[in-house]
């Protein structure tokens, strides 16, 4: 069973940065494709960055700029970093990986996604 855990949330002031990891158990990460997703309290899931099997990444357009994705399959672990952080990205930052093996749509709907994380909070104030 794969299992995803998310790390690297926590307080951060505004106009600072943040470095999410994702480790992955249970499953070979560059089997998959992966994602990194947030909600907002009241809010619906957004999708904010995905990385393919194959060294193909894609940003969601409202993060462009200020969101990297990356991975190291070495150590089966997926990252994001996202600077210039604003109150409005406090939220729940979650992790999520496609079946192992199965095609990567690259898609930003979480629906597109097997496996899920925890969430790590990120708290973003003044």
């Known amino acids: 069973q794969v299992h995803l855990a998310e790390s690297g949330g926590g307080s951060v002031q505004v106009g600072g940065s943040v470095r999410l990891s994702c480790v992955v158990s249970g499953g070979t990460a560059r089997s998959m494709c992966m994602g990194w997703f947030r909600q907002i309290l009241g809010q619906k899931r957004e999708g904010l960055a995905l990385s393919g099997k194959f060294g193909v990444d894609k940003i969601a357009e409202s993060q462009k700029g200020r969101a990297t994705i990356s991975r190291d399959n070495a150590k089966n672990t997926l990252y994001l970093e996202m600077d210039y952080l604003g109150p409005g990205d406090t939220a729940m930052y979650y992790c999520?990986?496609?079946?192992?093996?199965?095609?990567?749509?690259?898609?930003?709907?979480?629906?597109?996604?097997?496996?899920w994380g925890q969430g790590t909070q990120v708290t973003v104030s003044s």
């Open positions: 999520a990986a496609s079946t192992p093996g199965g095609p990567c749509s690259m898609s930003m709907s979480d629906y597109e996604y097997t496996y």
